[in-house]
């Protein structure tokens, strides 16, 4: 754990001083660099954000660098999945010293002034890791396999007929992270997303043995890994020899970027290996219309953020998703409804033509024994 906060001492970040949010990593491992020039700054996946990220954990609008008595404050909006200064989520505008570390979603970021760069702040005995909270159990837990997985109901709308379930791994190791975004952002620091991902994968599969065999299971796929297809279809044709007659769909992320005969020869062989295909978090970040239409998947699954509050949503974003449904299903592509929890919602989805649904009002992520009791 961290001894001190950066901010400790210090003075805070002057707004008539120059200053960059650096990242360590984002998925892909690519460091960026974001230069605080305007404030407010409104920094999040929308392309009318002062700063645009295009990564799935960041909401459209997730956060917000104003001036407050001279000095620099972040304050979140509202977003999904949160922002953290200094491994904590704040609740309203807090303010920055140099080197504080800011998470947005998964993607890290430290404070810098314009002419420094990360390695200024690092002691010359310590590494990145050792600084990082949970660095060293993460090796462990890779080491130990010590994850486990829950599973969620996914269901047809018209009855709300259990036909899948969706596996969710957790760590299961004292002091590691536990939700699956923070440990892909360790692997990703150390170059295990791949790894993490299959052991992952591996817990799913034996957990869910006992699964019925008319229900299907879907289960994630780490963009990292399509990029070596190769490899990745022969890890699929070991995962069918070991479990020959269970029903899989391998999820990707729908803006992985891979040249579409690629993706096209990576679906046709899951295809021939009895596997279904759907694409994730459909709507997210830049929906690739191209891709969907030149390597349509079995399942479409919408993103929550399209599906929170349809039923109060404008009628003008009720019929952009009708229309996005029709031209799914009228491609012969499942369309799922992601993030449904209230009743009125899934009356809303089900009107607008969606097949199936997922989400806390058909059944939070449990584990086997309780999910496959359902």
């Not at 379930?165 to 699956?180: D, H, I, K, V, W």
């Not at 923070?182 to 990703?188: H, K, M, N």
């Not at 993103?303 to 449904?325: C, F, N, P, W």
């Not at 997922?358 to 309780?370: D, F, T």
Request: hydrophobic fraction near 40%.
């Amino acid at each position: 754990m961290r001894n001190a906060d950066p901010g400790m001492n210090k003075e805070c970040c002057h707004a008539n001083r120059r200053w960059c949010l650096e990242g360590a990593f984002i998925t892909g491992n690519h460091s960026v660099r974001i230069s605080v020039n305007v404030l407010p700054m409104r920094i999040g996946r929308s392309q009318s954000a002062q700063y645009t990220i295009n990564h799935p954990s960041v909401s459209r609008m997730h956060a917000e660098i104003v001036e407050i008595a001279g000095c620099l404050a972040i304050t979140d909006c509202s977003s999904r999945n949160g922002t953290y200064v200094n491994y904590t989520k704040i609740t309203g505008p807090t303010p920055l010293f140099a080197g504080d570390f800011i998470h947005l979603g998964s993607c890290e970021f430290r404070v810098v002034a314009e002419h420094e760069t990360l390695d200024e702040h690092r002691s010359a005995d310590e590494t990145w890791a050792i600084k990082e909270p949970g660095g060293p159990e993460f090796q462990r837990l890779i080491d130990d396999e010590a994850v486990y997985a829950n599973y969620q109901p996914v269901v047809l709308l018209d009855g709300q007929v259990v036909f899948a379930y969706e596996s969710l791994g957790r760590g299961n190791l004292p002091g590691a992270p536990t939700r699956p975004d923070d440990l892909f952002r360790l692997a990703g620091r150390y170059g295990y997303s791949r790894t993490l991902s299959n052991i992952f994968r591996g817990q799913a599969l034996r957990s869910a043995e006992g699964l019925p065999a008319h229900y299907q299971m879907f289960f994630n796929v780490h963009s990292d890994e399509l990029h070596d297809p190769a490899r990745f279809l022969g890890e699929m044709a070991q995962v069918r020899d070991m479990y020959p007659s269970m029903s899989l769909v391998a999820e990707i992320p729908e803006g992985t970027a891979l040249e579409p005969a690629t993706l096209i020869d990576i679906r046709d062989a899951l295809r021939d290996l009895g596997y279904g295909l759907a694409y994730d978090d459909f709507g997210v970040g830049q929906a690739r219309l191209v891709q969907l239409s030149d390597c349509p998947p079995d399942y479409l699954k919408f993103d929550r953020e399209l599906i929170a509050g349809i039923d109060t949503a404008s009628a003008l974003r009720q019929k952009m998703l009708h229309t996005l449904v029709m031209m799914a299903e009228d491609m012969g592509i499942s369309t799922v409804a992601e993030g449904v929890e209230t009743a009125s919602e899934a009356a809303t989805v089900r009107q607008l033509g969606f097949r199936c649904g997922q989400g806390y009002l058909y059944g939070r992520p449990m584990p086997p024994e309780q999910a496959f009791a359902l």
